[in-house]
């Protein structure tokens, strides 16, 4: 176990509930229009459950993908990671529950929560498990119901949010395909910018935190902005330097969707042309957890991101959270 292996992206699959809330139904829901949404997220529509199903009905459909694609049963697994904002419940984690509804016998896993980072947290998580030797099959799963969280009267947070699900699987690489660095961060500064207050140690359910709509998004939308423009360019920078890489050298930029306008900045700044940028916002909006898988599925339907490409992720959630990938693609 003290070799260090290669660690590559070997499948890959997504799900969205087929339910679609669109500006035209938001219209009526609460004061604004699609061309306000438009021009301020980018956002069309996005897919939201109906009652009664759970994250880890999503995340169990986009594992099944995955795991069809790759040509393997669950119990060929060794772990399974679940990164999500919204867990079916504070316990058991969703991961167990992912685990029994796969039949994936014999297999461990857990929750990992770092917002809209989750994804890329957890897919270093997996990768570092795979690289020590311990495992050589891991399912790493980014899923969220964002709509059991949002508040539907509340306009600068209904827009921007939707369900879905992307899970990927990850071996050991030996042609070279692989992870190749990541650079995370927090800043715990940004706590009070974007936070749901209800629910836990510090305020438990009760009719008070109810009646205050405690349990769903609050969202400081200028700090966030402000920082994920400014944070996610700068560690998308020192991750190239550090590798001896330019944007020239990426080709294909996947960054967390949570705004259009903020992913076109931080490619700007990067020094990334639009070209090489993955967007589908338009359709999803901000499914948290599940955005750079979908995103992946995005590049891959389109043509955009094939064998051997230099993919560059980048994240920036509540915490704040802050992260990057660098990997070259496998398939």
């Not at 509930?17 to 529509?45: C, S």
């Not at 809209?116 to 891991?138: E, I």
């Not at 930029?253 to 903020?262: S, T």
Request: aromatic share 6%.
């Amino acid at each position: 176990m003290s070799q260090v292996l290669g660690v590559k992206i070997s499948a890959l699959g997504t799900y969205v509930p087929p339910r679609l809330l669109t500006n035209a139904d938001l219209e009526k829901m609460v004061d604004t229009t699609n061309q306000w949404i438009l021009e301020r997220t980018g956002i069309r529509e996005r897919h939201v459950v109906d009652k009664g199903v759970a994250t880890s009905d999503l995340a169990v459909e986009a594992a099944k993908k995955a795991l069809a694609q790759r040509g393997i049963e669950p119990s060929d697994l060794d772990a399974i990671l679940v990164a999500t904002v919204t867990p079916d419940m504070l316990f058991p984690a969703t991961a167990c529950l992912v685990q029994h509804k796969l039949g994936a016998e014999q297999v461990w896993g857990f929750d990992l929560i770092a917002a809209c980072s989750s994804f890329v947290y957890a897919l270093q998580v997996g990768t570092q498990f795979v690289a020590s030797g311990a495992h050589k099959k891991v399912l790493v799963i980014g899923a969220d119901v964002m709509s059991s969280i949002i508040d539907y009267t509340d306009r600068a947070t209904c827009i921007i949010f939707g369900d879905g699900a992307g899970a990927v699987i990850l071996e050991p690489a030996n042609d070279g395909n692989a992870m190749i660095d990541f650079l995370h961060e927090v800043d715990g500064s940004g706590g009070a910018s974007l936070y749901m207050p209800g629910g836990g140690s510090l305020n438990p359910s009760t009719h008070e935190t109810v009646d205050k709509k405690m349990h769903y998004v609050h969202q400081d939308g200028q700090a966030v902005f402000k920082f994920a423009v400014r944070k996610m360019g700068e560690v998308c920078l020192k991750l190239l330097e550090r590798n001896q890489l330019t944007a020239s050298d990426i080709d294909v930029f996947i960054a967390h969707q949570a705004n259009k306008r903020i992913i076109m900045a931080t490619a700007d700044r990067v020094g990334l042309p639009a070209e090489k940028v993955i967007l589908n916002i338009d359709r999803y909006g901000n499914t948290t957890s599940a955005t750079i898988p979908l995103a992946m599925q995005t590049a891959r339907d389109e043509g955009k991101l094939k064998k051997g490409d230099l993919l560059l992720l980048a994240s920036v959630g509540a915490g704040f959270t802050v992260g990057a990938t660098l990997l070259r693609w496998a398939y």
